[in-house]
């Protein structure tokens, strides 16, 4: 009896396991299936940041998030892989050419400027580092116009080090007007 238990625990740990490449074939297809629109606010200022947006400032596309396929060697400093946020069914992506500045330009996966890492944090809002220059954004001093750079506080490294409130950022639902029932 004692033996057909060993046997059916180690089958069921055994079955229960997945590989790397399994996993990121989940990943592959959550991506896919996954068409939740965000918008980024700086928890701060409340400021966001515009893809397209209507005659009354409400924002009417959102962001895209999509997962990439982040180098093993990436994942020491980036956790969370690499994202790219996408402007939904285009080609156009959130992108640094310099890794200060934010701009829409060509999606590319293996261009570092359109690719980014979000720090999660214990309030549940995120920093977004730029894996080319390693800087997170931060809240707009003039805005929304521009959002400047700063150094990463990275919350994994230092749990009891606070971050302040311009560095953190929520993704949210699309800010559209609700329908009249």
Avoid: Y
């Amino acid at each position: 009896m004692k033996r057909l238990i060993i046997i059916v625990t180690m089958l069921l740990i055994a079955g229960c396991t997945s590989s790397q490449e399994a996993v990121n074939n989940q990943i592959d297809e959550l991506g896919k299936e996954n068409n939740s629109l965000f918008t980024f606010r700086n928890l701060q200022s409340g400021l966001m940041l515009h893809n397209r947006l209507d005659l009354h400032g409400r924002e009417i596309t959102g962001w895209e998030v999509v997962p990439v396929k982040t180098p093993a060697e990436a994942l020491v400093t980036d956790q969370s892989g690499w994202i790219m946020i996408r402007t939904p069914n285009t080609d156009q992506c959130l992108g640094t050419p310099d890794g200060k500045n934010l701009l829409k330009m060509t999606c590319n996966q293996t261009d570092k400027k359109t690719l980014f890492s979000l720090i999660p944090s214990t309030t549940g809002a995120v920093q977004i580092k730029s894996v080319l220059s390693g800087l997170c954004f931060l809240d707009s001093k003039n805005s929304g116009l521009s959002f400047e750079t700063g150094k990463c506080i990275a919350d994994f490294k230092k749990p009891f080090e606070v971050v302040p409130q311009s560095h953190l950022w929520m993704l949210n639902p699309l800010n559209t007007e609700s329908p009249i029932i």
